[in-house]
């Protein structure tokens, strides 16, 4: 499937992927009760696809990148993502702020992947709404810092 980001201020994709590298050493480290669910091959397999975002997006401007990534792994992404976000154990890890610096570019992302995952004919679209009411549900989308 094609993943399409962007556009996307490059800020806001250096400070998520900021984000998402210290919660992956911290979950590297203690799993708590996401273990299981974020293996090392999940961590690893966002790692992966953080790292093939170009270097450009430490600039401040608009960053897009597409690239064809598999649609078994876009699902399995997706779902570790919604497990993680929703878990106490990350909630416990990121503040206030980041969560509101954060949240628009964690919202296009899980769009992107859908919308990508339904271009294959995966049976998806209902899958955007759950995670953005489950992240509502988790003060994970709150704004302010």
Do not use: K
Not at 7 to 23: D, H, K, M, N, Y
Not at 70 to 83: F, K, N, V
Not at 135 to 143: E, I, Y
């Amino acid at each position: 499937m094609l993943l399409e980001l962007g556009p996307v201020a490059g800020e806001e994709v250096q400070r998520w992927s900021r984000t998402l590298r210290r919660i992956v050493i911290e979950l590297r480290n203690d799993p708590c009760e996401l273990e299981g669910i974020a293996t090392d091959d999940l961590l690893s397999s966002w790692t992966r696809l953080v790292d093939r975002w170009p270097d450009s997006v430490t600039e401040p401007a608009s960053f897009r990148w597409s690239e064809s990534i598999d649609s078994e792994l876009a699902e399995y992404l997706l779902h570790g993502l919604e497990r993680c976000l929703c878990s106490p154990t990350v909630g416990n890890l990121v503040t206030d702020q980041e969560i509101a610096e954060t949240a628009g570019f964690t919202m296009h992302l899980i769009d992107a992947l859908v919308t990508g995952l339904v271009a294959e004919d995966r049976q998806c679209e209902h899958y955007a709404d759950r995670l953005r009411s489950a992240l509502d549900n988790h003060g994970l989308t709150r704004t302010g810092s």
